[in-house]
């Protein structure tokens, strides 16, 4: 078993690996983004740092996770949002009326103006609560929240996509349906 330090580096390359990364790692994800625990075990284990950890490790990185990046069912995990590499498919949802985007000061001229865009990931992040919105958009300089009214921009032709743990993605939100609630840190 891993120790608490080692779980957030082994954490960081399950992401590396889940979200960006697989090939380099002999995993192919499917369209909605899972593999088996056994493949990203046997990935993890091809490195040498790794090559004693065991299903435990995994389990724990998972049921530890601040953010509940990952997602397991049944023998198969996922990181449920993030993903760089190949488009993940998600099927669309009904998001609640209101959901919330963090980023920082320099970014909220451009999503006021132009509106939220997923730059270089598949999607947006959008969050139900504020804790999850303050933990993404506190990483890069002064926090700002953003309030999605989901009503208006399911009406202008956006989709939400529910990826679990009160994370929604959409590919865009129009400038029109952001407004800038609070600011802090």
Request: hydrophobic fraction near 35%.
């Amino acid at each position: 078993m891993v120790q608490a330090k080692e779980e957030i580096s082994l954490s960081r390359i399950m992401t590396r690996i889940l979200r960006h990364t697989p090939e380099q790692f002999g995993i192919y994800l499917t369209e909605d983004g899972f593999c088996t625990l056994d493949e990203l075990l046997q990935g993890l284990r091809s490195q040498k740092r790794w090559g004693n950890i065991v299903i435990e490790d995994i389990y724990s990185v998972v049921r530890n996770s601040d953010k509940q990046r990952f997602e397991i069912k049944g023998e198969r995990i996922r990181a449920r949002y993030g993903h760089s590499h190949d488009k993940i498919s998600y099927t669309p949802g009904n998001p609640p009326p209101k959901l919330y985007h963090g980023t920082n000061t320099k970014a909220v001229v451009s999503i006021l103006k132009n509106g939220i865009s997923s730059m270089q990931r598949q999607y947006v992040h959008l969050s139900e609560t504020l804790h999850f919105a303050e933990l993404a958009g506190s990483r890069r300089g002064e926090l700002v929240i953003i309030e999605v009214d989901t009503i208006q921009a399911v009406q202008q032709g956006s989709a939400f996509y529910y990826a679990g743990n009160e994370v929604w993605l959409a590919d865009h939100v129009p400038a029109d349906c952001c407004i800038e609630k609070r600011t802090g840190n």
